[in-house]
């Protein structure tokens, strides 16, 4: 059986050129959808065999879609494509990924050939399969932010994405129903355990966010 690969993906640049480069390479892209409603119509209407996802921009999330086609096509591969090995910093929960997923952090795979064949293997999984992550080429110092991530908690997370949001400490109070001075001790945590160093010349909290979308993958000027 060949791979018939539906691709879905929330930038349109990103899906149309990814989708051209697999095509070339030899692999069978059956269908191309931004959105979880179009993947599922795609899905039903075309049948494909793996789901290559990467929901980064929209509200919508690439576990949430995956799970979704997985309820309905239950053989089918999942392969996702992230920006960073915690998925919290994407508003991802890793408890909820399907069995036998492929998760490839894209700053490691250093061809579409090999993104082919994590395609491909992707459809040999049994009920209740582990899920792979796919890191291989991260770089030392990519490893070392790993690292100083794992000791970041979930509430120290959802704050940084916060904060990149653009919430003030005030408006972050009145969404968590906690005073503006626990959001303050909890910001200056996380700037602890990331190193950033207090400076007068720089503003905390866009140093902050510049390390979050470090992280992420968004270009920093």
């Excluded at 959808?33 to 999330?61: T, Y």
């Excluded at 009920?127 to 770089?139: F, K, L």
């Amino acid at each position: 059986m060949t791979d018939r690969v539906l691709l879905v993906m929330d930038d349109a640049f990103e899906l149309s050129t990814l989708g051209a480069a697999l095509k070339l390479h030899g692999t069978n892209v059956i269908g191309e959808a931004q959105k979880q409603s179009s993947a599922i119509l795609l899905m039903r209407s075309m049948q494909p065999n793996v789901l290559l996802i990467d929901m980064h921009f929209s509200n919508e999330h690439s576990i949430d879609i995956a799970n979704a086609i997985r309820k309905e096509s239950p053989a089918i591969g999942v392969v996702m494509l992230v920006a960073c090995a915690d998925l919290r910093l994407l508003g991802e929960i890793d408890s909820e990924i399907p069995f036998g997923t492929k998760i490839v952090i894209k700053k490691s795979m250093n061809s579409v050939a090999a993104l082919c064949e994590v395609i491909s293997e992707s459809r040999n999984f049994a009920a209740e399969s582990p899920v792979t992550w796919i890191n291989g080429n991260v770089s030392l110092p990519e490893k070392a932010l790993e690292n100083l991530r794992s000791h970041l908690t979930d509430l120290q997370i959802e704050t940084l994405r916060l904060v990149a949001d653009g919430l003030t400490n005030a408006e972050i109070s009145r969404l968590r129903f906690v005073s503006e001075k626990s959001v303050e001790q909890v910001v200056s945590r996380i700037a602890m355990v990331l190193n950033v160093q207090p400076d007068r010349s720089k503003n905390l909290r866009v140093q902050l966010v510049g390390e979050c979308f470090k992280w992420i993958g968004a270009p920093r000027h």
